[in-house]
T-cell receptor
């Protein structure tokens, strides 16, 4: 496989469930990102990992918990979500330090619906 | 705070026509980068074109070109000879040169190319 792969592509969960989103990149990048995409709104940066250390956390609620075990894998653990958390969650990767100067490579996204 | 505004929520043109998507931004910085990203339906977001603010020459990538007006803080995308495959959401994004991963995104323009 090449590029950035996200699983699952679609997820429906109740407010009391615990689930995880997975992202894997095969591009040799060392920075990975989680974005939230809601209709008609700008992308919201949630978390950034560079060289496996979290470097950015944009005041995301604690019901979202990221994990980056190595430079190729990124997880977003979800628990006790709210209906307003329903959105498309995008994973991206880049060379470290490259978001503003280089190119982001995105996965296809995980469509999350919270009932 | 920096902002990015895309004033056209949706546009549609006939195949082979030329279309221009608007983007304005607000910043007090002098050294930054601007991007146009394309997100086809149910597919990955990809970088279309990038402009460094210190370069006066407008960036061009095949049928895609930008009109970068630094004083006016305007960064429009022109698509020439539009094709059905250009149908997508288009996002304008701004990044400071030393932003440490924080891109500012517009809300997007939905472009429909009609046969």
């Amino acid at each position: 496989e090449t590029g950035v792969t996200q699983t699952p592509r679609h997820l429906v969960m109740g407010m009391t469930n615990k689930k995880s989103l997975k992202c894997e990149q095969h591009l040799g990048h060392n920075a990975m990102y989680w974005y939230k995409q809601s209709a008609k709104k700008p992308l919201e940066l949630m978390f950034v990992y560079s060289l496996e250390e979290r470097v950015e956390n944009n005041s995301v609620p604690s019901r979202f918990s990221p994990e980056c075990p190595n430079s190729s894998h990124l997880f977003l653990h979800l628990h006790t979500l709210q209906p307003e958390d329903s959105a498309l969650y995008l994973c991206a990767s880049s060379h470290a330090g490259g978001e503003a100067t280089g190119e982001l490579f995105f996965g296809e996204g995980s469509r999350l619906t919270v009932l | 705070a920096q902002t990015v505004t895309q004033s056209q929520p949706e546009m549609s043109v006939q195949e082979a026509e030329t279309v221009t998507l608007s983007c304005t931004y607000d910043t007090s910085e002098s050294n930054y980068y601007l991007f146009w990203y394309k997100q086809p339906p149910s597919r990955q977001m990809i970088l279309v074109i990038r402009q460094e603010a210190y370069k006066q020459q407008n960036a061009t990538e095949n049928r895609f070109s930008v009109n970068f007006q630094k004083a006016a803080k305007s960064f429009s995308l022109k698509i020439s000879d539009s094709q059905l495959g250009d149908t997508a959401m288009y996002f304008c994004a701004f990044g400071e040169a030393d932003s440490n991963y924080q891109l500012i995104w517009g809300a997007g323009t939905k472009l429909i190319i009609k046969p």
